[in-house]
C-alpha cells in the first residue's frame, strides 16, 4: 500500500542545473507534505514543507511545488550544488478530529549533483 | 544546535533475543517518535509517543514492542524477541509540536538480527 509514491529511485544532475525530484500520493486526505533529505549515516533532516492550502513554497534554493488535482508534488532545487547529493523523501500528512496522522514516507529519490 | 541522539549505532542480535534501542531527544520537545527502515525501502512510522503515552502506533508496532520515557531524557524502544524480519536501521525522532511540527531526526540505529 504506497499512499506516496516516489518512482524516480535515482537521478543525476550537473552542478548548476535545476534538480526537480517528484512525489505522487493517492491518500486524498493528505493536506500536509514535507520532503527530507538523508545522507548515509545520518538520519533523515528536514528540508521544506507545504500545505494543501498553498501551491507553492520556496525558502532558498529550494521551492516545493503541490498540485491537488493531480495528487503531484515536486522539489525543484535550482541552482543544484554537490552538497545536495543525498536522498530525498517526500513524506505526508492527514488532519483527522484527533490531530495529525502520522507521517508517511515515501521510497526516497538518490540525487546525484555532479561537478 | 541541539540534536536528538541515538545509542548503539549498530546492534548486533540473536533471533529471540530483547533489544532494548535508546534514543535522547531535544530537551524542550514534547512528541517523540519511532521509525524504522528496512533496506532499500521506505522509512516506515512504528509509534509516537505524547504525555507519557502511546498517541500512536503503526500496525508494524505488535506486541513484541514496547517504549518508555524512563526519565526525562531516554526514550527507548524494546523488542522483546527479535525476529530476522525485524534487521532495519530504526529511527527516533523528536517535535515540540504534534506530527506536522519538524520533526528532528537521529542518526539511527541499525539493527542486525541473525
Known amino acids: 500500500d504506497q499512499q506516496v509514491k516516489q518512482n524516480s529511485p535515482s537521478l543525476s544532475v550537473q552542478e548548476g542545473r535545476i534538480s526537480i525530484l517528484n512525489c505522487d500520493y493517492t491518500?486524498?486526505?493528505?493536506?500536509?507534505f514535507l520532503w527530507y533529505k538523508k545522507y548515509p549515516a545520518e538520519g533523515p533532516t528536514f528540508l521544506i514543507s507545504?500545505?494543501?492550502?498553498?501551491d507553492k513554497n520556496e525558502d532558498g534554493r529550494f521551492t516545493v511545488f503541490l498540485n491537488k488535482s493531480a495528487k503531484h508534488l515536486s522539489l525543484h532545487i535550482v541552482p543544484s550544488q554537490p552538497g545536495d547529493s543525498a536522498v530525498y523523501f517526500c513524506?505526508?500528512?492527514?488532519?483527522?478530529?484527533?490531530?495529525?496522522?502520522?507521517?508517511?514516507f515515501g521510497k526516497g529519490t538518490r540525487l546525484s549533483v555532479i561537478a | 544546535e541541539p540534536e536528538v541522539t541515538q545509542t548503539p549505532s549498530h546492534q548486533v542480535t540473536q533471533m529471540g533475543q530483547e533489544v532494548i534501542l535508546r534514543c535522547v531527544p531535544i530537551s524542550n520537545h514534547l512528541y517523540f517518535y519511532w521509525y524504522r527502515q528496512i533496506l532499500g525501502q521506505k522509512v516506515e512510522f512504528l509509534v509516537s509517543f505524547y504525555n507519557n503515552e502511546i498517541s500512536e502506533k503503526s500496525e508494524i508496532f505488535d506486541d513484541q514492542f514496547s517504549v518508555e520515557r524512563p526519565d526525562g531524557s531516554n526514550f527507548t524502544l524494546k523488542i522483546r524477541s527479535t525476529k530476522l524480519e525485524d534487521s532495519a536501521m530504526y529511527f527516533c525522532?523528536?517535535?515540540?509540536?504534534?506530527?506536522?511540527?519538524?520533526?528532528?531526526f537521529g542518526p539511527g540505529t541499525r539493527l542486525t538480527v541473525l
Open positions: 525522532a523528536s517535535s515540540l509540536a504534534e506530527s506536522t511540527d519538524t520533526q528532528y
Open positions: 491518500n486524498s486526505m493528505f493536506d500536509y
Open positions: 507545504i500545505s494543501s492550502i498553498k
Open positions: 513524506a505526508a500528512s492527514a488532519y483527522e478530529n484527533s490531530g495529525n496522522t502520522p507521517l508517511v
